[in-house]
């Protein structure tokens, strides 16, 4: 009886996220065209919209909903490792969950480079702890169950993707396999699963890719691809995990002292860089990816550098946003500058395989990786060069990059949690 109580109490939690996430993903949507047509006719209003946006949204960060900044995948994995139930509960509160809800949803109006789907798990998170919480006796194992399941459904109703909601519950959450954990992390994603396909279809997330990679000289260049992909991947995850170190000592001490006049200078740039790229990396330049990986149409050759710096200084700013779907762009980009470069390779097939490389190289987790790439983009036929992309993607991060950038980050929240650092009244 109990066993059923706790199924049917995850099954609600995961229906709650799904229909959550479709309100979300349609914000998102709506959010992006507001930037789109506000930048349509006057393209030099970025230099005020951005700063200025980052500028408010790092304000109403830090004094009405603290604790919301960043991705939200390390504040739950943090979560996992937290033993007093309090602490859990103020991690993935119902305010911490508005708050992602709706300053990502003002990111995406300000064109910052961002993706859905980390505040998609904090809040998949946070409606599975509320849930819990209400319903069943609460213990260690069962918050952690929680919040595992969380993920999967999060990840699962970001991307429409159950399989890979899964998989990185298990693989990047979890890091162990523990059969009495993954029934339940399965009921969860394939829940929020079903409830996206019932309210809006089936529709992968890039559309049906019709790449191939036939055996041939093209496979000469999958792991040069991915190698490069996953040295870059790596590169970004450090400066995620230790930016003071690749700062100018006044910068540094401009986002010490002074956070909000920090976050209206990332604005800045990312205006300056968004404003080169003719507007190519605002948000999570999801069309330019797609055209990529469904019509072969590449995007300009300094699309990842450009798409790459524009993701950094997002994040640095400290607004909420997730670096899942902006990584995957970066990742397009890679894999279509090696066609750039060597005409004949094909375009789709390399878009997905420097997808996989740069992505795997930022999170190491392969086989996330590869199950998100191939549902994204419904081509099981690229299965084979996606997850060696991934695996060789992974290895060539770990020379740059010791500790995968989920856990590094995890930790240094735990830190933050444990010995607080008191915000005053300017918001410093």
Known sequence: MATTKRNLIFALAAIITGLISIAFGLGVDQASTIFARATAHHRWIVFILCPAGFALIVTLTRRVFPGAQGSGIPQAMAALQMQDATGVDAVLSLRIAT????????????????????????????????????????????????????????????????????????EEMARSFDDRQVRSIILAAFVSGVTLFLALGYHPYFGLSPASLPIGAAWLAVPVCAGIGGIAGGAFARILVKPAQFMPGPINRLATNRPVAFAALCGLILAAIGFASHGQVFDASYGQARAALTQGIMPPLDFAPLKFLSTLVSYLSGIPGGIFAPSLAVGVGIGTGFAHLLPGLPVAGFAMIGMAGYFSGVVQSPLTATAIVIEMTANPAMTVPVGIAAILGTMASRLVCKTPVYHAMAQQFLRVVEHPVPVSADGH
């Not at 480079?113 to 260690?140: D, F």
């Open 99 to 170: 708050g992602k809800f709706l300053l990502t949803l003002l990111g995406f109006m300000v064109g910052a480079s961002i993706g859905k789907e980390g505040p998609t798990v904090q809040i998949g998170c946070a409606v599975m702890n509320i849930c819990g919480r209400m319903g069943l006796e609460r213990s260690h194992a069962l918050q952690r169950l929680l919040i595992l399941a969380g993920g999967a459904a999060g990840i699962t109703c970001a991307f429409n993707a159950p399989i890979a909601g899964i998989i990185f519950a298990i």
